[in-house]
């Protein structure tokens, strides 16, 4: 997926795709971070609540798109198609626009001129095309082949035959007398579908996350005042006061933070499930599960009394436990992410990451961009926006290791590598946030197969330091020998 932003918070113009692995690195206040919530936003959005985007168009396209052949099949012709996609899309960013200011905390006015677009229709119409190739038949057969509601029965070039009979069990009593009706509910059906299977499910980790365990109580303290409020409200405009109460209390956070507060709320339920990664437990999983534990250094437990950290913990509690409240401040930052991949993890999914070096020592900065490399080679797609030399130059020599056999790696042994965290350089995507005449822009930064990534952001600080440093100690150095 490619996205492009105009006017979006401080980001004031920024072209990215959504690689296997996404970087974006920069100074701060240069929009990187309007970058990832935007996206995440977007995501959130479209896989959320958008039947009346799909109602709005509901009419048009049963009545001019879809032709009924019988009782349960539908002809939709290749043209027709194509024009239900692009209808689809162009409704889905339209209406994500006017939700910019919630999801940014923002006000509406401060994105008027906000501009937000995806590649998803033109790769969607792409990916549909039909070129009487096998491999594109069986593409295309695939993608649609996941409905509990209908099937692809036929592919042509001139059209698509769809048959709805999976569902006639479920036909109520008026789609059962109603065959338009029946068509409605297949389109109503397709126009999900397409949505849900063309969009990833994404997870984010704002860089508020430390806070995140904190805000619990500030929210269950916000609830009260909320009952108190409407309790005193007058009859005649309580939905009104339950407007402006709620909007008031929970406009202030991005929806990322909320998603994160939410997320901490709902851990006990969180706990019961069980990722592809702790379920399948395959040598790469049971890598990622070994160098999670060795960052995070312990294992959380969500009790009666809230949530636990026991330290050097790995399945039974061999040493004392607290609460997080106590813990330090990488114990905290690194809560979600320890929950995500060991209990909500599907293949598929799109992990964002503000910041993943936080409150991390460089040490396990080093492990975090090897446990990204495992993640993305796991199938989940990562996206970061990062300040750390250390992740990047890590997710650097992933990509390096790439070149080698797996027993030349196995010389690096020592190092803690293994063939698993060899990363391909197409897989990565990177990009540098900077300020160029007076405008805020991301900037394509190269990723080679042989050298990995050139993300020179870093090379001027660090350059300087060194520099800096020689001098003192040559003045050191000259002071002691004159002294001499």
Do not use: W
């Amino acid at each position: 997926m490619k996205v492009s932003l105009k006017n979006v918070g401080m980001l004031d113009e920024a072209e990215f795709e959504v690689g296997d692995l996404t970087i974006i690195c920069g100074e701060n206040n240069t929009g990187k971070t309007y970058a990832t919530y935007s996206l995440y936003g977007y995501l959130d959005f479209v896989r959320g609540d958008t039947n009346y985007v799909i109602f709005d168009l509901l009419k048009n396209i049963t009545e001019n798109y879809v032709d009924i052949l019988d009782e349960y099949r539908i002809k939709i012709y290749s043209k027709n198609m194509e024009k239900i996609i692009a209808n689809l899309f162009e409704e889905l960013e339209s209406n994500y626009k006017t939700n910019l200011a919630a999801i940014l905390a923002g006000r509406d006015e401060d994105f008027d001129s906000s501009v937000f677009n995806t590649s998803s229709k033109e790769a969607m119409i792409s990916y549909i095309e039909y070129d009487n190739n096998e491999d594109n038949k069986k593409n295309i057969k695939e993608f649609f082949s996941h409905s509990p509601q209908f099937e692809l029965v036929e592919i042509t070039e001139q059209y698509f035959l769809f048959s709805y009979e999976k569902s006639k069990n479920h036909f109520n009593e008026k789609m059962q007398k109603d065959v338009n009706y029946r068509k409605e509910s297949f389109v109503l059906a397709l126009l999900n579908y397409i949505i849900i299977i063309s969009h990833p499910v994404a997870f984010i980790l704002s860089a508020e996350r430390t806070g995140a365990s904190m805000f619990q109580k500030e929210l269950d303290v916000n609830k009260n005042e909320i009952v108190e409020k409407i309790s005193r409200a007058d009859t005649k405009n309580i939905q009104q006061t339950v407007f402006n109460v709620l909007n008031s209390n929970y406009s202030r956070y991005p929806k990322p933070v909320k998603d994160n507060i939410y997320f901490v709320r709902e851990l006990d339920e969180v706990s019961k499930k069980v990722s592809f990664i702790k379920q399948e437990c395959s040598v790469l999983h049971k890598e990622i599960i070994e160098l999670l534990y060795k960052i995070v250094g312990g294992k959380y437990i969500v009790s009666e009394i809230g949530i636990e950290f026991a330290p050097g913990a790995k399945q039974r509690i061999t040493k004392g436990k607290f609460l997080i409240q106590r813990a330090s401040s990488s114990v905290r930052s690194l809560l979600m992410l320890n929950y995500y991949i060991l209990h909500i993890a599907q293949s598929g999914n799109i992990l964002m990451i503000d910041e993943p070096e936080l409150n991390l020592h460089p040490n396990n900065q080093v492990f975090m961009g090897r446990l990204i490399a495992l993640l993305v080679n796991a199938g989940i797609k990562v996206f970061i926006t990062t300040h750390s030399d250390y992740i990047v130059r890590e997710l650097s020599n992933c990509i390096m290791l790439n070149n080698l056999t797996d027993e030349q790696i196995s010389r690096f042994q020592k190092s803690g590598y293994t063939k698993e965290y060899k990363l391909k350089s197409n897989k990565v995507r990177a990009y540098v946030a900077q300020n160029n005449n007076r405008k805020n822009i991301l900037r394509e930064i190269k990723v080679d197969s042989i050298r990995g990534i050139f993300m020179n952001t870093f090379d001027e600080p660090i350059n300087s330091q060194n520099e800096n440093q020689g001098f003192i100690f040559e003045e050191i150095y000259n002071g002691l020998r004159y002294d001499e």
